[in-house]
């Protein structure tokens, strides 16, 4: 288990699961979804996967360094937005996994005093608590909502929703090799979708944890909207920081669980680095998580 992304704890878990969200609520946010599947066309081809330098980590797995190959595809140019989830679900009446399970987990700087006691912490990351209630339009728990946030990503997905999603949509998720070759823009074994440097000229390229992880914040944190900060050289935007991206990809040859890409709005220098274009981190296919939304691809010719 990675410090990024605890996964699900399924034990004593109650069956009927929570409400779903209000029709009325749901048709405000889907009213502000796009009416088309936006995606951006690449050609594929080689390109350098993973990386060795000194911010990799090779426990990983980002390493070898290796050239591969990727056919033609099409990539989502944001991750999916709460507003685009919510015509979903109000399409289909989908339930998302958090909301079967009864509880998601929640960056615990987020939660009221009232939630943050009563939430069990994760033992190897006690800023993560279990909130029960907490799910995508509920991303806080009981009391919050995504009203205001429907060009936010939708978080609190599985892997299993985001797989949901992308077939409603006629869509799939990205290889790991896919998400990689276009997070890069072109760029070769570059950290970071614009270049070498974290910030060029003193300015934010990404949302990641502003002043001391975990209780020592100087700025927001949370999700932006998921057209923040320029995009890079192939059109996509927030490839690294803001949310992590669920894949297609398996951890390794021994690890069957699924792979996230791109790092979130927790990241931070002093104890997780992965807000950069082959960083990775694995989580089982039921784990939702206050940082992770998925980004779609399509097959092409």
Do not use: K
């Amino acid at each position: 288990m990675s410090c990024c992304g605890p996964e699900r704890d399924t034990t004593g878990r109650r069956s009927e699961g929570l409400a779903g969200a209000d029709v009325r609520t749901l048709e405000r946010l889907a009213a502000a979804a796009n009416d088309e599947l936006r995606m951006v066309g690449l050609a594929g081809g080689t390109f350098l996967m993973g990386s060795t330098d000194r911010f990799a980590y090779p426990e990983d797995g980002e390493g070898p360094v290796r050239q591969e190959w990727v056919e033609p595809f099409a990539i989502a140019p944001t991750t999916v937005t709460v507003a685009e989830f919510a015509a979903f679900v109000l399409d289909t009446g989908y339930r998302s996994e958090a909301e079967r399970l009864e509880d998601s987990l929640v960056f615990q700087g987020l939660l009221p005093a009232r939630l943050r006691s009563g939430a069990p912490a994760v033992a190897q990351a006690p800023w993560w608590r279990r909130v029960e209630g907490a799910c995508w339009h509920r991303p806080e728990g009981p009391g919050s909502s995504v009203e205001s946030r429907g060009a936010h990503p939708v978080t609190h997905v599985s892997q299993r929703d985001a797989m949901a999603y992308a077939e409603w949509v006629g869509a799939r998720l990205p290889s790991e090799t896919e998400w990689e070759f276009a997070s890069r823009g072109g760029l070769e074994q570059r950290p970071f979708p614009w270049g070498a440097v974290r910030e060029p000229d003193g300015v934010p390229r990404m949302n990641t944890f502003p002043g001391d992880f975990p209780d020592g914040p100087t700025g927001v944190v949370g999700t932006v909207p998921a057209a923040s900060f320029a995009p890079n050289a192939y059109g996509l935007y927030n490839t690294t920081g803001n949310v992590w991206e669920w894949t297609a990809g398996v951890f390794g040859d021994t690890d069957g669980r699924p792979v996230l890409r791109g790092g979130s709005y927790l990241c931070h220098a002093s104890y997780c680095r992965r807000y950069r274009t082959s960083a990775r981190i694995a989580a089982t296919a039921d784990t939702t998580l206050g940082h992770a939304g998925l980004r779609l691809a399509l097959d092409v010719g």
